[in-house]
């Protein structure tokens, strides 16, 4: 009968936190929504609401649109990415005002091992640009099958990439980020950086579909957050990964994080199309030519006028 004394307090103590604990995790829930909120008006220099109020999206009652996207369950995702902008690679953005307002399909460069080109133009488009505009992206299918990825991917306002989910975006009104390069662009090595790879024709076909401008843009410094020195292609083929990049900086302490290199942001003046979206191959490759040529002019531009890679 000793036992049964400290028994019954260990359970009144158990049972004591038990119905506490609700309110201990609700607490520390709200403290940690209040420093996400603190962080982003530091760095917004405003309120996320606020931010938010001002860019074209539409909501459903519950507050979260037709492609999953909640901006309240981002907002963490979106003090990281704009921490990233800001602070750590402390982009340059030029041109944003050549942005039309309305349906625009971004067509960029793409590299880096990891797809943070993408959310720095996210991040300019939200942060820098007036009114903001959030930015969608299309997601390759095989990220998708990733556990929790295509949840996370969704929240945060990106959505598969198939060519219906692209048209509905464009015909919502949408800013579509796309990189005709593919997997090509963002597995290249060191040796080719700045060198574009064939960009594929699908976009062009949206474009004159949907009836879209398109907004070249260079991005400059993802090339260098990660040096590539190899893609080790059958490994790749044996995971079921797009590409297997050999990294020898991720062997050295810290390596894992990317290079701070400084990045660049460029929008080209709006390009516009016209024509039927079944041309044939030919016909609509002759565009694509263009808008990649204007990719890789600006690219030279840029890097002609970057005085180095950090800063």
Known sequence: MRGVAPSLTALTRISAFARAAPAFFRGLSGAAEDAVEAGLRRVLGESFADKMSRVPLTLGPTGIDAFGLDPHWARPAFLAVALLHRKYFRTEVHGIENVPHGRVLLVANHAGQIPLDGALIAAAMFMDAEPPRLVRAMVEKWAVGLPF???????????????????????????????????????????????????????????????????????????????????????????????????????????????????????????????????????????????????????????????????
Not at 179 to 190: C, D, H, L, N, S
Not at 218 to 242: D, H, T
């Open 149 to 311: 990825v295509s949840m996370l991917f969704a929240r945060v306002g990106q959505v598969v990439g198939v060519p219906e989910n692209a048209t509905r975006l464009l015909l919502q009104e949408e800013a579509l980020l796309v990189f005709p390069e593919g997997v090509r662009g963002v597995a290249k090595t060191f040796e080719h950086r700045y060198e574009l790879a064939d960009f594929g024709s699908g976009f062009m076909r949206l474009a004159v579909e949907t009836r879209s401008p398109i907004v070249p843009v260079a991005v400059v410094g993802a090339e260098e957050q990660y040096i590539s020195v190899a893609n080790f292609e059958g490994l790749a083929k044996l995971l079921g990964m797009p590409a297997f990049p050999i990294v020898p900086q991720i062997l050295l302490p810290g390596g894992l994080f990317p290079l701070p290199t400084r990045y660049r942001l460029w929008f080209g003046e709006p390009m516009r199309f016209s024509g039927d979206p079944d041309e044939d191959d030919a016909v609509v490759e002759e565009k694509v030519w263009l808008v990649r040529q204007t990719v890789q002019a600006m690219l030279a531009t840029a890097l002609e006028q970057r005085k180095h890679v950090f800063w």
